[in-house]
Nanobody, 114 residues
Framework: QVHLVESGGGLVQPGGSLRLSCVAS????????MAWYRQAPGKLRELVAS????????NYADYVKGRFTISRDNRKNTVYLQMNNLKPEDTAVYYC???????WGQGTQVTVSS
């Protein structure tokens, strides 16, 4: 059994920054691809970014390229999402996901508003 716990969300003004964290329990974290998704009200959940097990490769949705950075620390079983230059359209619940496993975190709310 794996548990994913996100933190770091909150209210931020446009142009601001937040860093999300997701801590995973269990022993398989270091061998799996991790990802961040988000879901805005009335919209489908969408992939934001993913990172391979060793952290050597990452992928981003076009709408966050150049603004968001995904990273991981396998010693801490933690994956991060650094979000810069936030826009109101980034407002959503952000979820941590262990790819191809069905494991999801509970989500953390990010609200970008002046």
């Amino acid at each position: 059994q794996v548990h994913l716990v996100e933190s770091g969300g909150g209210l931020v003004q446009p142009g601001g920054s937040l860093r999300l964290s997701c801590v995973a329990s269990g022993s398989i974290f270091s061998i799996v691809t991790m990802a961040w998704y988000r879901q805005a009200p009335g919209k489908l959940r969408e992939l934001v970014a993913s990172i391979t097990s060793g952290g050597s490769r990452s992928n981003y949705a076009d709408y966050v390229k150049g603004r968001f950075t995904i990273s991981r620390d396998n010693r801490k079983n933690t994956v991060y999402l650094q979000m810069n230059n936030l826009k109101p359209e980034d407002t959503a619940v952000y979820y941590c996901n262990m790819q191809n496993s069905g494991y999801w975190g509970q989500g953390t709310q990010v609200t970008v508003s002046s």
